[in-house]
């Protein structure tokens, strides 16, 4: 058994596992370019808010290497300028715009160009390095908050290729794989782009555990059905009062968990928060195209030319949120004031002195 990764530097070049084709083929792809890694994060190759941040760093990294300035100054700019392009690849994972202005805030320290370029990949590396740590004390956190409880839900795949290694939601599961702790996962399909189907599935089945596919709309009845003890989800974006934008049909498990009076957790790196943006309603929610909704693959499933709303992700109202999971401790209750003291965060101003 293993815990799949979907990121690695590899002899100084950028390679993804390409999450699109899974689960029926496991393909590596090398992005060169700027171009090829904002593509590869657009076009879901790599998803996932933690790992779209990394995957930024590493681009931002890459792109780097390609320029050949007269003076700092220049070169700082084109920096600027290509984290401004990898930023508008997708709006709603803060961990993106977050990673970016990061290596900004490095960079800014090179005396010249060459320096600049190795603390970009320095500090990316970092990134990658603290993601699989913050991941890994997540799933600890999580094993806590279930214990006793094995028939979990869950949405999405917030899962150890959308991170470093372990994930968020499904680090619980990878980690109690390995201490031989028994957990009964349900995994929504979660249409349209079916990442519970493809991708949670097929992870938790690389680690050993006992997963079943349920689709979307079987989730209320499958709670009741199979008594499900609790539902925990991953996180793109969480705000300071701890509204929560996550994958569409998120929203869908909370009220019902309420409804059934189970918990709902959220499992989510420090990076996640965004507490800059005070509430849900400021977070962007991502429409992406039609065709992932009228078709499956190249077979349309609905009229041609049908009108279409896909927005890619929901908030999650605080109030509906029974526990929010952090590498820095398991945050509950007043989330406005709790946030801050335990993710020991300033709105936009990083780490406490
Ligand atoms: C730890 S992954 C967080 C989050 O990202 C996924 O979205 P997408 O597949 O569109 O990148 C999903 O919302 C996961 O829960």
Known sequence: MSIPLSIAWTDGQLVILNQQKLPHEIDYLTLETIEDVYEAIFTLKVRGAPAIGIAAAYGLAVAARRHHTETVEAFLEAVQTDAEY???SRPTAVNLVWALERLLETVKKAETAEAGKALL????KRIHQEDE???RQIGEYALSLLEGQERVMTICNAGSIATAKYGTALAPFHLGSERGRKFEVYA??????????RLTVWELQQSGVDVTLITDSMAAHTIGAKGIEAIIVGADRIAANGDTANK???????ILADAYGIPFYVAAPASTF????RSGEEIPIEE???EEITHIGNQPVAPLGTKVFNPAFDVTPAHLISAIITEKGIIQGDFQRNIPEVLNLYAGKGEKS
């Open 86 to 88: 990898l930023g508008q």
């Open 121 to 124: 990949l320095e500090e990316a």
């Open 133 to 135: 740590a913050s991941c």
């Open 188 to 197: 929504c399909e979660t249409r349209p782009v079916f990442q519970g189907a």
């Open 248 to 254: 569409i049909g998120t929203l869908n498990l909370a």
């Open 274 to 277: 965004d507490l800059a943006t």
């Open 288 to 290: 992406r195209k039609a």
